[in-house]
């Protein structure tokens, strides 16, 4: 039932919705860049508050208002929509709200995610092409909005970004078998799930077309443990999507520097 009511939000409230609500895009402000104005406290309570409450039309509605007092919506996937989904995790936590409650509240943030994507990358123009992006969980992992935000900054950059969010270890193998990637980036949550990543890193070396794949890795897990990036075997470990795009980047030069 559950699975079945986030298909229909998706696939069929929100498209609806989107034709009444007009979200801006780059061009909506006359060629300027909008001030990147900090994200309160208050504001990531209130908008967390409103993913608890919904309906969906009020989340697209908060959005707005954000932007319209001068927020780019670069700036709210950056700092609006993590804070708020990590307030719900620790209402989660503390039993302010029930698990059903946040489970809701977070289907809401990923479809919003989801929808506003065509917009979010028209926000600034494309860098020139760089390379097939692939974009994984560590198979079974429960968190899919990190790794959705990070495919659309990747986009942002240049990036023919493919995401992802459940795949099995065999799955991956033979899609990167058969499929030439550039990079390959694996989201990780738990140390439980260690193991598995880089067995996955080795193997996605091992057997990949693309013999200059390059790997990375990030997630939930770096964020609480912050000293285990230097333990990663990945090409690329990074905290966030800025300073994974700018590691990538590096290295490719340098690769073009080389040859």
């Known amino acids: 039932m559950m699975l079945w009511l986030n298909k229909t939000i998706e696939s069929e409230i929100i498209p609806r919705l989107l034709m009444g609500h007009k979200l801006f895009s780059a061009d909506d402000q006359n060629g300027e860049e909008a001030s990147e104005i900090e994200v309160k406290q208050t504001e990531i309570v209130d908008f967390c508050q409103t993913l608890l409450d919904g309906p969906v039309e009020d989340c697209f509605s908060y959005i707005e208002r954000m932007q319209r007092s001068g927020h780019s919506l670069i700036s709210l996937y950056v700092n609006l929509i993590p804070a708020s989904t990590r307030r719900l995790q620790e209402l989660w936590e503390n039993d302010e709200n029930s698990f059903t409650e946040v489970t809701l509240a977070l289907g809401r943030a990923q479809n919003l995610i989801h929808q506003l994507s065509p917009i979010f990358v028209n926000q600034s123009n494309f860098s020139e092409f760089q390379g097939n992006a692939l974009l994984v969980n560590v198979p079974g992992s429960q968190h899919t909005l990190g790794i959705l935000m990070l ?37 990780v949550s738990t140390e439980a799930q260690w193991d598995t990543m880089e067995s996955l890193l080795k193997e996605i070396k091992r057997v990949s077309k693309n013999k ?40 490719l030069s340098q690769r073009t520097r080389l040859n």
Request: proline fraction near 3%; glycine fraction near 6%.
């Open 151 to 187: 495919g659309e900054f990747f986009k942002l950059a240049g990036w023919n970004t493919t995401v992802e969010i459940e795949i099995s270890s065999d799955e991956l193998k033979d899609r990167i078998r058969l499929q030439a990637c550039d990079l390959v980036a694996i989201s």
């Open 212 to 251: 200059g794949v390059l790997t990375m890795v990030g997630g939930p897990l770096f964020d609480f443990k912050p000293e285990l990036v230097s333990s990663c075997s990945a090409d690329v470990c990074a905290l966030t999507a800025e300073e994974a795009i700018k590691r990538v980047s590096d290295l």
